[in-house]
Structure formats: C-alpha cells, structure tokens
C-alpha cells in the first residue's frame, strides 16, 4: 500500500496514455500520400525522420515557452520543405491543418491504459494535465474512448502557460480542490511533467518506457510500463 493517500492523478495525454508516435505516424503517411511529397522525398521513412527531429526540438521549445503555438504549428511542416528548397507556407500551413483534422481521430493507447484507468477512475480523481493543443486534445480522448474516465481535462491552451510552469500546476490543484501533497502527477516527460511537478511539491510516477538518462532530481516513482503503476498504487 502507498505511504501517502493521494485525492486527485494528473495525467499527461500524449505519450503517456495516447500513443502519440503511433498515431502522428499513421497521420503524417496520409498527409504524405495526399500531398505527394513523395515527389520531393525518395521514402516516407526519409520524411518522417526529418519532420520527427525538428517538432521534438520545437516541442522542447514550446513547453519552455520560447516559442508560440503558432510557430510550432508552422514550423514543424515548413522546415522539411525548406531543407530541400521549397518556400511554400501556405503548403506547410495545409499540411499541419490536415494532419490535425486526421491524428485526432486515431484511437491507439499505450499499451496497459486501459488496465490502468480501470484501476485509477475506481479509487482517485483523474485529470488530464496536457500542453497539447485544445481544438484536438478533446477529439483524441473522445476517438480513444478514454474521455469518460476523466473529471476535468486542463489544457495549457485554456490556462495559458505550459507545463513546467508552476501556475498550470497550481491552477490543476484549486480545479481539483486538492492540496499538493494529496496530489500526483503521471507523465513521460522528465522535464515539463516530473521536474514541474516537483517544484509544485507535487509527488510524480515518471513512465520511462525508453529507459532515458535522469539528469536531475529523481521522481518519486519510474516505471517502464503503464502496468507498474497500479503496484504502486
């Protein structure tokens, strides 16, 4: 049994319990097929690696608040067309438009959510804690089936500033009447889940299915799998 009685679980979406890499795929190949950029790329793998690298570095950026919404939104897409030469913005903003329209109806989980929610829902308030963007957030849960688990869904987009940011954490907190130290968040991303979580005072399962490299303070829990969670809990 845990040490601590925990009220209310923050859950981060992507990548945490909604398999973004797998879904973002599945999207980004359509909008490939669609836009024949296969005239200007030999293979989709060629493509995707290129557009994977840059929106990882501008996410990075995004979460950090040293870019906008709308730089990321532009950005991710315009930069593999730029690498070959191609100055196209209005080709770069159809692209991101359409691959949002399709990753939000994509319906795959990581492997051990629905274990997992099962388990949680019956026991704790659950909250989405997400920097993701709001007009898909909402139609990703509901595609997936898991939008009936969660009392309330906070959004950076809603709240205005991203996860790091204590404020996103302390508005969480009042939204689910709960003090930080009956709290807890569950999250992939060390730094914008588990480090502004802990600066909040908050308790934190790090998910760490890549085994990557802490480089700070450690989580109060790691886990390589969803599943693990609930002997913890």
Not at 1 to 13: G, Q, R
Not at 140 to 162: A, C, P, T, W
Not at 186 to 193: K, L, P
Request: hydrophobic residues 35%; aromatic residues 12%.
């Amino acid at each position: 049994m845990p040490m601590v009685k925990y009220k209310s679980i923050f859950i981060d979406l992507d990548d945490t319990i909604w398999d973004f890499r797998a879904n973002s795929k599945v999207a980004l190949h359509e909008v490939y097929d669609i836009y024949n950029l296969s005239q200007f790329y030999n293979t989709f793998e060629e493509y995707y690696l290129i557009y994977s690298e840059k929106n990882t570095e501008l996410w990075n950026m995004y979460h950090h608040g040293r870019i906008s919404k709308e730089d990321l939104m532009n950005e991710r897409f315009r930069y593999p067309l730029q690498r070959l030469g191609i100055q196209d913005n209005a080709l770069a903003k159809a692209l991101d438009k359409d691959y949002l329209s399709i990753l939000s109806t994509q319906k795959n989980v990581v492997p051990g959510t629905w274990e997992l929610l099962d388990y949680l829902s019956n026991k704790y308030n659950l909250a989405i804690l997400s920097n993701g963007f709001e007009e898909v957030q909402y139609k990703k849960m509901r595609s997936s089936g898991i939008d009936h688990y969660f009392q309330e869904v906070i959004l950076s987009d809603k709240v205005g500033v991203n996860k790091p940011h204590p404020d996103i954490f302390k508005y969480a907190l009042d939204k689910m009447e709960t003090k930080p130290d009956r709290a807890l968040m569950i999250g992939d991303n060390y730094d914008a889940d588990i480090l502004g979580a802990a600066r909040c005072g908050i308790a934190q399962i790090y998910y760490n299915p890549l085994k990557k490299q802490i480089t700070e303070s450690k989580p109060t829990h790691q886990v390589e799998s969803l599943l693990e969670i609930i002997n913890i809990l």
